[in-house]
């Protein structure tokens, strides 16, 4: 593992849920970007129970080239679950994800690997959110009450792009299954004294579908965001 300071190691990884158009796209931009960035890396596709072709993409991609690696759920097990799985599975130290949607640019980890250097986890922000307005709501409301609540200054806690040192993980335990993950890494993790930085990044438009928020969706992680109250609160 180890690497040097300028070319660290790599994990990265995207969970996949029926994301059958862009699922190669991503796998293989990944590949070109962290051969640049780093001195070894793999790219690992969490495929979360998809239906349609992600798995047969997945396993194609796997079998062409040695650095691309595929963790399968048989049924769909939800977000949390495919991070979990995703920080479990990595192998280096840096682990480095965002969504198998591709309303982020891979390059874009150029600007993150600069601040790790002086910190364990950085979270990005989308500079221009491309959401619909409904899902900007949704999102300013969880952001306010994350601040509001347990008082986590991050502004956009669920953006999917974020980059850690992986002895964060080695340290804290997830309980989450739902969209609650990346605001119960964030959490654990400055409970357990590891500092936090933010920078800006490219959002685009989803190319095709819609956002998968649904109301039983945020009924599930507002429930999960009480256990954590109580758990950060016990502890």
Known sequence: ??????????????????????????????????????????????????????????????????????????????????????????????????????????????????????????SAYKIRRMDGWERRVVSWVYNM???????????????GFKLYRREVFDRITLRSTRGLIDAEVLLKARRAGFRIVQVGVTHFRRRSGGSRYRIREIVRTMTQMVGLWRELRRS
Not at 71 to 91: D, E, M
Not at 145 to 159: A, E, H, M, T, W
């Open 1 to 122: 593992m180890g690497g040097s300071i300028d070319k660290p190691t790599i994990s990265f990884f995207f969970p996949a849920c029926n994301e059958e158009e862009t699922v190669e796209e991503l796998a293989r931009r990944a590949d070109l970007v962290l051969r640049d960035l780093a001195s070894e890396h793999e790219v690992i596709i969490v495929d979360d129970g998809s239906t349609d072709r992600t798995p047969e993409i997945a396993d194609a991609l796997a079998r062409e080239n040695r650095r691309i690696r595929v963790v399968r759920h048989p049924k769909n097990q939800g977000y949390g679950i495919a991070l979990r799985s995703g920080f479990a599975a990595a192998r280096y130290d840096l682990i480095f994800y965002t969504d198998g949607d591709l309303q982020f640019d891979v390059a874009d980890l150029s600007k993150l690997l600069p601040l790790i250097r002086e910190a364990d986890i950085v």
């Open 145 to 159: 009450s994350l601040k509001l609540f347990f008082g986590l200054p991050i502004r956009d806690v669920n953006c």
